[in-house]
């Protein structure tokens, strides 16, 4: 069936360095959201791609929707603590009548002040 | 964010004992979703609602089952609690999308069981 995979599962930074991490797809998908978790929080919504090269930027959050919709990247410039969280992509796939939205299991991101 | 209010927020309950959580919520969006979040396993959805007396299953929906008799309020059941359904349950709701939404979700803030 269909999955996302996301990479790296864990990354600790020191304040002020960068971090990405990376959706991947076996199959083209509709659409990539990303939500944010902090520790002991709920999913929260950062944004959603659609467009195949889609780069979208959100102060210092860069996305991108690869060429092919089969990959996604969040980028964050210059972390910081307020950064500390689990960040989440979800693949929007065609199933039929329906759309399924599929999770990769987030990347957890520690920032050392 | 969506008022979304999940209840309750912490229960403690034994093997076997039928269990009920709800989520309320006030943005009159048509769409709710319930997910169960474990670690290792990230965000699966169990059942979700594109209206009111319409669910249908998700992905991991064995022993679970759901009902919307009200826009507002989708509950989830276990019939007969067991220890592999101890987890952190989201609602979560959505105004647009299609069947299965891929518009954007409002979470609520979570429902921790442990199954005893």
């Known amino acids: 069936g269909q999955q996302v995979m996301q990479i790296p599962q864990y990354q600790h930074v020191q304040e002020g360095e960068d971090f990405t991490t990376y959706c991947n797809s076996s199959t083209t998908l509709s659409n990539i959201q990303w939500y944010k978790q902090r520790p002991g929080g709920h999913p929260v919504f950062l944004i959603q791609l659609v467009k195949s090269g889609e780069v979208k930027k959100q102060k210092r959050l860069t996305f991108q929707f690869g060429e092919a919709k089969k990959n996604s990247s969040l980028h964050i410039t210059a972390t910081q603590t307020t950064d500390v969280g689990t960040y989440f992509c979800?693949?929007?796939?065609?199933?039929?009548?329906?759309?399924?939205?599929?999770w990769g299991l987030g990347t957890s991101l520690a920032v050392n002040p | 964010d969506a008022g979304i209010t999940q209840s309750p927020r912490h229960k403690v309950t034994e093997t076997g004992t039928p269990v009920t959580l709800r989520c309320h919520q006030t943005?009159?969006?048509?769409?709710m979703y319930w997910y169960r979040q474990d670690p290792g396993h990230g965000l699966r959805l169990i059942h979700y609602s594109y209206g009111v007396k319409d669910t249908d299953k998700g992905e991991v929906s064995d022993g679970y089952s759901v009902s919307r008799s009200k826009t507002e309020d989708f509950l989830l059941t276990l019939e007969s609690a067991t220890s592999s359904q101890t987890s952190v349950y989201f609602c979560?709701?959505?105004?647009?999308?299609?069947?299965?939404?891929?518009?954007?979700?409002?979470f609520g803030e979570g429902s921790r069981l442990t199954v005893l």
């Open positions: 979560a709701t959505a105004s647009t999308g299609e069947r299965i939404n891929t518009g954007e979700l409002f």
């Open positions: 943005e009159n969006h048509r769409y």
């Open positions: 979800a693949g929007g796939f065609n199933a039929g009548n329906n759309r399924k939205l599929i």
